[in-house]
């Protein structure tokens, strides 16, 4: 087995993790690849461009939905802080990076 699938299978277990066999195709991993949120590639662990999409359009969408209130959007606010608080939480997890 090669040593990336060995390192998955690290992270996959660290995290109570299971692969579907009927699901899960491990091959070649030089392009990277997106999982749950994130972008794992030989270069390190980013956020997927997928996530950084739709965290975009949930804010735009609660911004818009608040414009009339007087101290701008609470809802805004908790969203982006929550989600900030998912990121780091998860990604320092697997990665020193995300810690500080």
Same mark, same amino acid.
């Given at each position: ?9 690290? %992270? /996959? @277990?660290? &995290? ?5 066999? @009927?699901? *899960? @195709? ?10 749950? !949120? /994130?972008? /794992? ?5 980013? &956020?997927? $461009?997928?996530? %950084? $999409?739709? /965290?975009?359009?949930? *804010?735009?969408?609660?911004? $818009?939905?608040?414009? !009339? ?30 810690? $500080?």
């Amino acid at each position: 087995m090669p040593l990336e699938h060995c390192l998955l299978n690290e %992270i /996959f @277990d660290e &995290l109570g993790l299971e692969k579907h066999p @009927d699901k *899960t @195709d491990m091959g070649r991993i030089e392009k990277g690849f997106d999982f749950l !949120g /994130f972008h /794992f590639s030989p270069e390190g662990l980013s &956020l997927a $461009e997928k996530t %950084i $999409e739709k /965290f975009l359009a949930r *804010t735009v969408r609660l911004y $818009e939905q608040e414009q !009339g209130e007087p101290f701008g959007s609470p809802l805004l606010g908790l969203y982006a802080r929550r989600w900030v608080k998912w990121v780091r939480g998860i990604a320092s997890e697997i990665s020193p990076a995300f810690r $500080e």
